[in-house]
């Protein structure tokens, strides 16, 4: 069975940084996409950031790009979230997320093995 542990979250001043990691079991890490997904109280999970197998592509949601950068080091089965220059509308629980194909992806359904999701809060 497939694992994924996100760590990392906290509570952070606006315009401060966090850093997220997602921790995955099992073999041939580097052979899946991977992203990351944040949900709000009372608003639909949202697309973050996803990357390439190989760590070569990645793609951002239009709210996070240039603020947030997604990386993965497939020796240690382990994806990050770099995140900078944080907004209060940025808190949220964030999700990290595996596919069953090397190729990156925006859809939650397009995933099939989540972790239980960390929480980032941001105070204004």
């Known amino acids: 069975q497939v694992q994924l542990v996100e760590s990392g979250g906290g509570l952070v001043q606006a315009g401060g940084s966090l850093r997220l990691s997602c921790l995955t079991s099992?073999?041939?890490?580097?052979?899946?996409?991977m992203g990351w997904f944040r949900q709000a109280p009372g608003k639909e999970r949202e697309f973050v950031a996803s990357?390439?197998?190989?760590?070569?592509?990645?793609y951002y949601a239009d709210s996070v790009k240039g603020r947030f950068t997604i990386s993965r080091d497939n020796a240690k089965n382990t994806m990050y979230l770099q995140m900078n220059s944080l907004k209060p509308e940025d808190a949220a629980v964030y999700y990290c997320?595996?596919?069953?194909?090397?190729?990156?992806?925006?859809?939650?359904?397009?995933?099939?093995?989540w972790g239980q999701g960390t929480q980032v809060t941001v105070s204004s």
């Open positions: 997320a595996r596919r069953p194909v090397p190729t990156l992806a925006t859809m939650p359904h397009e995933y099939n093995y």
């Open positions: 099992g073999r041939s890490f580097g052979s899946y996409g």
């Open positions: 990357i390439s197998g190989n760590g070569f592509a990645t």
